[in-house]
């Protein structure tokens, strides 16, 4: 057990819907990682938030968007769902800053089924 | 950000040593390389992360020479609950981590 909590572990919707993955970070980690992975593409790194604040962009979408909220907790919204954002959505945390080093715990991911 | 290449796949017997390389011609002063497991609907766990020379810890070794153009990850006498895609990522400070396909390795009885 990672310390990093994903909800829901399961979802599925459809086509043109919206829907809200949560995560909670290990106590004490004020880094909040997501990252996207799909069959074909792998691991993709989606966004960074430290302590409330967004520190770095990946390749995320203009149709995802993403908080971390006072308590830290973070959310990842997705939008205009498409097929092709079917995938495993994992959020991971770290007490740095930086992601370049240290360690990044993981949770257990989210896996969307768009319809 | 420096590119990384590894197999695509390998595959071991139990009880052997299994090394995997990664290769990281542009890797940058301030880079550090570091190894990921992942199992299948499972995320990411840290393996290992190095700088420089050798590092190991209870699970694994990491080699690194002296020009850091390449890593080898070692680990001794798998067992078939090793069987998982190992991650080389190298990064610095003020990247977040990228992942690239990863080796997937097979552990056979």
């Known amino acids: 057990d990672s310390g990093v909590t994903q909800t829901p572990k399961h979802l599925i919707t459809a086509t043109g819907q919206r829907v809200t993955l949560r995560c909670s970070p290990r106590?004490?980690?004020?880094?909040v990682y997501w990252y996207q992975q799909s069959l074909d593409q792998g691991l993709q790194f989606l966004i960074q938030?430290?302590?409330?604040?967004?520190?770095a962009k990946g390749n995320i979408l203009e149709r995802f968007s993403a908080q971390q909220f006072p308590d830290l907790h973070s959310e990842l919204n997705l939008s205009s769902l498409e097929l092709g954002d079917s995938a495993l959505y994992f959020c991971a945390s770290s007490p740095l800053d930086r992601g370049g080093t240290g360690e990044l715990f993981f949770g257990e991911g989210s896996r969307l089924t768009v319809l | 950000l420096a590119k990384t290449t590894q197999p695509i796949s390998m595959d071991s017997y139990e009880g052997q040593e299994v090394n995997i390389t990664c290769s990281h011609n542009?890797?940058?002063?301030?880079?550090?390389i570091t190894w990921y497991q992942q199992f299948p609907s499972q995320g990411p766990r840290f393996i290992i992360q190095g700088y420089k020379t050798k590092v190991t810890n209870e699970v694994a070794s990491l080699f690194i020479p002296a020009d850091r153009k390449s890593s080898t990850l070692s680990l001794p006498r798998v067992s078939l609950s090793d069987t998982a895609v190992y991650y080389c990522?190298?990064?610095?400070?003020?990247?977040?981590?990228?992942f690239g396909k990863g080796t997937r390795l097979s552990v056979i009885a």
């Open positions: 542009n890797i940058a002063t301030n880079d550090y």
């Open positions: 106590s004490g980690d004020l880094s």
């Open positions: 990522l190298v990064g610095d400070l003020n990247t977040p981590l990228v």
């Open positions: 938030y430290y302590n409330g604040e967004e520190r």
